[in-house]
């Protein structure tokens, strides 16, 4: 009983996978077929290039001669519309008070006899933190 059930097991696995490779290999083309529509898809232009998705690819060809694109920079820079080469600096904020040094120092100076001048190292601690005792 056990052999009959055995036997029929391994015959309908090998029903079942020979049924697959039969129809694997009529339906797919020889190696032969596949070589020569690839030559015939490169030779045509029609052949992606390896990756995601072709990029279409821009013309190298200009449509003014080298003449005229030296005529019209030499245009643009005597009317001024050039930009210079390069990155842009950014312009920096001005470092300078606006008051001068002197006046500063009589400012100092005039705090200094009334009184209003902190001693060195006796200042508040910063803002939120507690002295500690």
Request: hydrophobic share 30%; no cysteine.
């Amino acid at each position: 009983m056990k052999t009959k059930l055995v036997l029929g097991a391994v015959a309908a696995a090998v029903a079942v996978f020979s049924q697959g490779a039969f129809a694997q290999a009529a339906s797919s083309p020889s190696r032969a077929d596949v070589k020569a529509e690839t030559k015939a898809a490169e030779k045509s232009g029609k052949l992606a290039p390896a990756g995601d998705r072709p990029t279409p690819q821009p013309s190298k060809e200009s449509n003014t001669t080298r003449e005229a694109r030296k005529a019209q920079e030499r245009a643009d820079q005597k009317a001024g519309n050039l930009q210079p080469a390069g990155p842009r600096p950014t312009p920096q904020p001005s470092k300078s008070s606006e008051t001068t040094k002197e006046a500063r120092k009589a400012q100092t100076k005039a705090d200094r006899k009334a009184g209003k001048l902190q001693p060195a190292g006796e200042a508040e601690g910063p803002v939120g933190e507690k002295p500690m005792k």
